[in-house]
């Protein structure tokens, strides 16, 4: 069965330092993998995707994530945070049988010191 | 020009009730679906209907029934409705490139 692990539920840096948020997966074929952001009262936004193709993906607003499938890991890092990125980050694995289904992760809380 | 629209933003109800929630996408998606946020922010599929099909049912209590009158709508029917169902409710949609776009979703309070 697919699933994905966030291994924080809380993450503080201050504004400037590196972001580093940890998503580990499980999956019995190649994944597609995906990072989600949800800042407060607001829906889902798409800050990037792999789909097999580069290990390194990079999204949107600096962040960028690698795939390593011998650490079944797909960790999100941004090298400089900015206050707007305090928000919910969600890892997400997709399964298909018949449609592709969503299994998401617990979520990061990232807050950020100015 | 919102690719995925919910209705209404905020419901807030008593116990018993019934209620909806309209779902609406004009990204000419095939495949539109719905998930529950709870109040530790855990989102869980709901259901998911491929070109007006029921594809994926979530063992959801059947309280809860979706409907779609056409495939670019997606409308959320919740019957007695229950202190638990307290959440928020987002409508997402896809077509086969499997990536999902997603609604502002609805602040759902039952008092």
């Known amino acids: 069965a697919q699933s994905v692990t966030q291994l924080d539920s809380h993450v503080s840096v201050s504004e400037g330092t590196p972001v580093l948020l940890r998503c580990n997966y499980s999956?019995?074929?190649?994944?597609?993998l995906f990072w989600y952001v949800q800042h407060p009262n607001k829906g889902l936004q798409l800050l990037l995707k792999?789909?097999?193709?580069?290990?390194l993906v990079k999204g949107i607003n600096g962040f960028e994530a690698e795939f390593k499938k011998s650490e079944t890991s797909f960790h999100l890092t941004k090298p400089s945070a900015h206050m707007s990125d305090a928000a919910e980050y969600f890892c997400?694995?997709?399964?298909?049988?018949?449609?592709?289904?969503?299994?998401f992760g617990t979520g990061t809380r990232l807050k950020v010191l100015a | 020009d919102t690719a995925v629209s919910q209705t209404p933003k905020y419901l807030v109800t008593q116990m018993g009730n019934d209620k909806s929630i309209k779902c609406e996408q004009n990204l000419g998606h095939d495949t539109m679906y719905w998930y529950k946020q709870d109040s530790k922010k855990f989102l869980k599929i709901m259901f998911s209907?491929?070109?007006?099909?029921?594809?994926i049912n979530e063992t959801v209590p059947n309280r809860f029934s979706p409907k779609s009158p056409d495939k670019a709508h997606l409308n959320l029917h919740i019957n007695s409705l229950e202190l638990g169902d307290s959440a928020v409710y987002f409508c997402?949609?896809?077509?086969?490139?499997?990536?999902?776009?997603f609604g502002p979703g609805t602040r759902l309070t039952v008092l």
């Open positions: 997402a949609s896809s077509q086969d490139i499997n990536e999902q776009f």
């Open positions: 999956s019995s074929y190649s994944p597609s």
């Open positions: 997400v694995v997709s399964t298909y049988s018949g449609t592709y289904k969503y299994i």
């Open positions: 792999y789909t097999s193709a580069a290990t």
């Open positions: 209907y491929n070109n007006k099909e029921l594809i």
